[in-house]
């Protein structure tokens, strides 16, 4: 009888693959992002993508990143993690503690949002804001309120 797999990926890398399944859902251009939200046992708790309101049609969504604030998608799109907390049905209690894995680190705006929910660790794959003023405060938000954070390459 032959023994188990050997060669199975990692619950990190298992999570951040359905984070990245989960951003293949974004409509947005330009930032596709996408979050898993796991609890401490290994069970997926909540998923997320960056996305318009629900009622809101994406088809004639204005996508664009413009100087017009009536008109910039960013003043429109809920964030990956946001979404992720947001589609959760349980007890928010149960988020205490809980790993996400999300495709960019998180803006300061969703860092507030995941330490409210009590999310413990932030696991991410690309911080391409992270010497912006945005990143520098996120990263601030986290250290303040204790949530670990750390960066993973997928193979």
């Not at 050997?6 to 409509?27: C, G, N, Q, T, Y």
């Not at 204005?62 to 349980?90: C, F, M, Q, S």
């Not at 413990?120 to 003023?133: A, M, P, R, S």
Request: hydrophobic letters at 35%.
């Amino acid at each position: 009888m032959p023994g188990k797999r050997a060669d199975v990926i990692s619950w990190d890398e298992f999570f951040m693959r359905v984070a990245v399944a989960a951003s293949l859902r974004s409509k947005d251009p330009n930032t596709q992002v996408g979050a898993c939200i796991a609890s401490s046992d290994n069970r997926i708790l909540s998923v997320g993508y960056n996305g318009t309101p629900h009622g809101m049609d994406d088809d004639i969504f204005p996508w664009d990143t413009t100087d017009d604030p009536l008109t910039d998608k960013h003043n429109y799109v809920i964030h990956a993690e946001a979404n992720a907390i947001l589609n959760y049905r349980g007890s928010l209690t149960e988020l205490t503690g809980a790993t996400v894995y999300v495709t960019l680190f998180p803006c300061q705006e969703c860092a507030k949002t995941l330490v409210q929910a009590g999310i413990g660790e932030v696991v991410y794959l690309d911080d391409k804001y992270g010497d912006t003023i945005g990143g520098q405060v996120s990263k601030s938000v986290l250290d303040r309120c204790g949530v670990s954070y750390r960066q993973m390459t997928l193979s």
